[in-house]
């Protein structure tokens, strides 16, 4: 089966650093997702990526799909107090059509 | 527009009980997908279901089932609850079976006495 890595666990943080946060997988992947988690929410997409290699911005966040397509990573610029959850990375498995969730990025912001 | 919904928000059950959950996806939207979430984990695929069949199924045993309906809304059901199946229980829909990204509702809450 898949196997997938996403590190760091969590994070601590001052406000105004920046974040970076990856997933490895031993599988290759056409589609890989990002979602961040809020208390008693589900989970909110913040980017898809299509093809390897591709790098994609939404506002403060960008996130690359690896040219091998077995990783992908997030960057988040500047972090503020409401970046404060879980992160997860969500590569996508044609097979069966589903989403594989990484073990997720608690992310903490200190004002 | 209206995002991914489901209900109940919240539910209690005790062992051995059966229990339904109900989702409707995104207006326009073909495909729905279950996945449940343990505290502390990520979300795990139950079932993938678009026009009406199923399209994928995860590692859970035959006491979870689903259908999707015409409109494309889903149920989502589980016989004889183990305490184990304490979860959030979360759905997703997209424009197709192969189709990202999905959109997730913010869950139902399964707790098991």
């Known amino acids: 089966g898949q196997q997938l890595n996403q590190s760091p666990q969590s994070m601590f943080i001052q406000e105004g650093e920046d974040v970076s946060m990856n997933c490895t997988s031993s599988?290759?992947?056409?589609?890989w997702l990002w979602y961040k988690q809020d208390p008693g929410e589900g989970p909110v997409l913040l980017i898809a990526?299509?093809?390897?290699?591709e790098l994609t911005s939404n506002g403060r966040l960008t996130a690359q799909f690896g040219i091998t397509r077995k990783d992908s990573f997030l960057n988040i610029s500047a972090s503020i107090p409401s970046d404060v959850g879980i992160y997860f990375c969500?590569?996508?498995?044609?097979?069966?059509?589903?989403?594989?969730f990484g073990q997720g990025t608690e992310l903490s912001v200190k004002p | 527009d209206a995002g991914v919904t489901q209900s109940p928000t919240h539910l209690i059950k005790t062992r051995g009980q059966q229990v339904t959950l109900r989702c409707s996806p995104i207006?326009?939207?073909?495909?729905v997908s279950w996945y449940q979430q343990v505290l502390g984990q990520g979300p795990q695929f139950i079932f993938q279901?678009?026009?009406?069949?199923?399209?994928g199924r995860g590692n859970f045993p035959d006491r979870f089932s689903a259908r999707q309906f015409p409109n494309y809304s889903s149920e989502l059901n589980v016989n004889a609850l183990l305490l184990g199946d304490s979860a959030l229980y979360l759905c997703?829909?997209?424009?197709?079976?192969?189709?990202?990204?999905?959109?997730f509702g913010d869950g139902t809450r399964l707790s098991i006495l």
């Open positions: 599988s290759i992947f056409n589609t």
């Open positions: 207006s326009g939207h073909k495909s």
């Open positions: 997703a829909s997209s424009l197709g079976a192969g189709e990202q990204p999905q959109h």
């Open positions: 969500a590569p996508f498995y044609n097979q069966g059509g589903k989403l594989i």
């Open positions: 990526l299509y093809k390897a290699g």
């Open positions: 279901y678009y026009e009406k069949e199923e399209r």
